[in-house]
């Protein structure tokens, strides 16, 4: 006989022991079953019959892995410091909380001094003005629609006009000549890919002329024989020719961080200074929830608030309170250092982080540190490598490995280097390290 007829249990069989072993205590009845059938199904077409480790174990694995939720806390010891798929800034405990609590009743749009209606953006607009020095802002649900917003308001039935050094793709999606089509505004391209002069907007510049659009080329660098405009030179011309200026900065940062060796990010104030109106991420360098933030002239502001798309784009009350906690710890430099999660993680020193990574070492068997690098991600910073100390895990099936640490609970989330599982304390918490030991002790059980 085939070992593929090898005579398996009954369903009912296997949910009565299922039952008995009180499963249905923890899972609805209905994914117990799809579990056992599952299992079953499984073993009739590998045609090794019951599972190594029993049909029990393997029934409560899959009815698990059915009933856990889907979206859920991972650890990131990827040491990519805002990884896209990992949900980009992690958020500082301050403002963890002020989103866990605005999630009952809130006093999103009340005013509580006067007992009148208020609006969600009052939450945040003196803090960004404070922090940005602009007259105005408004606040939508992430950069990429602060960009549309801004657009359809201010160029829609007429002319934009971008370097073609600027015509970039960010993160897959966003790409600014569809996002200009989608704001029915029409680009007018200007300049070479590496040198845009002053001259050449100034030359493309018709009565047409809406907007004139300038973008960070947040995901690479170009280097060589490259010039561009200045924001100032823009708004200078933007004056003559009497059209707003959009400077599109990506990552939005707030704070200087070139004392730590971090240049060539765009901050927003120069910007705001220089006369534009600017958008940016919340999830980015400013290492808030996910946002687009505007900030600029009152007028300019005032009309993409009115924009019924910008009713269209509002962020939830979560984001509304966990932007103003964010915001708030900027007020002191020191503070948005020691508590944006973000920042501390760019500005962890090399000694600091050996220190924590050898600590880590000795809590996971065979584990050793190595020197490596980690790397800021999310289309900021691109191409600067920040040195780090790895823990390096040996193993002869680093994607076994890999896989099994996706699978604890929660998942840990780690990378290969020369065929060693490494994890970067960089983006890991300290009181994470057990965990992590734990995960790969409980990983490595049967492979090498
Ligand atoms: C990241 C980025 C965006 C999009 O930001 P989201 O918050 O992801 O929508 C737009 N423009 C630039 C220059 C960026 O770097």
Redesign the pocket.
């Known amino acids: 006989m085939s070992a593929g007829h090898r005579r398996l249990p009954a369903v009912n069989a296997l949910v009565d022991a299922a039952e008995a072993a009180g499963l249905l205590e923890d899972h609805p009845r209905q994914v117990v079953v799809d579990a056992v059938r599952a299992s079953l199904s499984a073993a009739r077409e590998s045609g090794e019959g019951e599972p190594t480790d029993g049909w029990m174990a393997d029934v409560t694995r899959r009815a698990t892995r059915r009933t856990r939720l889907s979206l859920t806390r991972v650890v990131n010891a990827t040491g990519v410091i805002l990884h896209t798929n990992l949900g980009r800034a992690p958020l500082a405990p301050v403002a963890r909380q002020a989103a866990a609590g605005a999630f009952g009743y809130s006093s999103l749009e009340y005013d509580l001094a006067t007992g009148d209606r208020g609006s969600r953006q009052d939450h945040v607009r003196d803090l960004l003005r404070q922090l940005t020095g602009a007259e105005d802002a408004v606040v939508v649900t992430?950069?990429?629609?602060?960009?549309l917003l801004l657009l359809n308001t201010l160029a829609r039935e007429g002319e934009t006009i971008v370097s073609r050094g600027e015509l970039?793709e960010?993160?897959g999606s966003?790409r600014i000549p569809d996002i200009l089509a989608r704001s029915n505004s029409a680009l007018v391209e200007v300049g070479t890919t590496n040198r845009t002069r002053l001259d050449d907007y100034r030359h493309a510049a018709t009565t047409d002329t809406r907007l004139l659009l300038k973008?960070?080329?947040?995901?690479f660098t170009m280097s060589g024989f490259v010039a561009e405009t200045s924001v100032s030179e823009l708004v200078a011309l933007g004056r003559e020719l009497d059209v707003p200026v959009v400077h599109?900065?990506?990552?939005g940062l707030l704070m200087d961080l070139s004392h730590w060796g971090l240049s060539g990010e765009p901050l927003v104030k120069p910007s705001v200074e220089a006369g534009a109106t600017v958008?940016?991420?919340?999830?980015?360098l400013v290492g808030g929830p996910?946002?687009?933030i505007v900030v600029g002239p009152r007028e300019v502001v005032a009309r993409a608030a009115q924009n019924p798309l910008a009713r269209a784009l509002r962020p939830d009350k979560s984001t509304m309170a966990a932007l103003e906690a964010t915001l708030a710890l900027y007020l002191d430099p020191d503070n948005a250092i020691a508590e944006v999660p973000v920042l501390s993680m760019l500005t962890s020193d090399p000694s600091t982080l050996k220190r924590r990574a050898r600590r880590l070492a000795r809590r996971i068997e065979g584990g050793r540190t190595i020197p490596g690098v980690s790397t800021v991600g999310?289309?900021?910073f691109p191409g600067s490598e920040l040195p780090t100390t790895l823990v390096a895990v040996p193993t002869e099936s680093a994607d076994v490995l890999l896989e099994r640490l996706r699978q604890h609970d929660p998942p840990v989330i780690a990378r290969t280097v020369d065929d060693l599982v490494v994890f970067d304390v960089r983006t890991l918490l300290d009181d994470e390290f057990a965990l992590v030991a734990e995960a790969v002790t409980q990983a490595k059980g049967g492979i090498v």
């Open positions: 992430n950069a990429a629609a602060a960009v970039v960010i993160g966003f973008v960070h080329r947040s995901n599109d900065v990506g990552s958008a940016f991420s919340g999830d980015k996910q946002a687009g999310g289309g900021a």
